[in-house]
């Protein structure tokens, strides 16, 4: 990342000395390395995102926003997952979709599906 790119994802407005930005800059590097691949890149906005919030906000709100966060999230996939299970056994049970097609449309493997259902 380039020095212009970074204050052009930082804006006007972010409060930062040209210290803490050649600081930013190094991190981004380090991000960039430890996620080089294109598909990376919600890995690196993210990360880059928090290295500028450590800089700007309290560590301790920070931690604990991204913690509560992270909790929400893992009930959320779990309630997804729960209810996508429910979803599974039912229509195959009622022969209203393959285990296949099921898993395909659900986005996760034929062997999950299965081992619901109790066949592994």
């Avoid at 800059?25 to 991000?31: F, G, H, M, S, V």
């Avoid at 598909?39 to 700007?56: C, F």
């Avoid at 709100?61 to 893992?74: C, P, T, Y």
């Amino acid at each position: 990342m380039q020095r212009y790119e970074l204050e052009a994802w930082l804006g006007d407005d972010h409060g930062l000395t040209d210290d803490q930005i050649d600081e930013l800059l190094r991190t981004a590097d380090d991000i960039a390395e430890r996620y080089p691949d294109e598909d990376d890149k919600d890995d690196r906005e993210a990360s880059l995102t928090a290295a500028y919030r450590l800089m700007t906000e309290s560590s301790e709100e920070l931690i604990a926003e991204l913690a509560n966060e992270r909790a929400n999230a893992r009930l959320a996939e779990r309630k997804a997952f729960v209810g996508l299970r429910q979803i599974a056994v039912t229509r195959i049970n009622n022969d209203d979709a393959t285990e296949a097609g099921f898993a395909k449309q659900a986005g996760i493997d034929r062997m999950t599906v299965r081992k619901w259902l109790g066949k592994r």
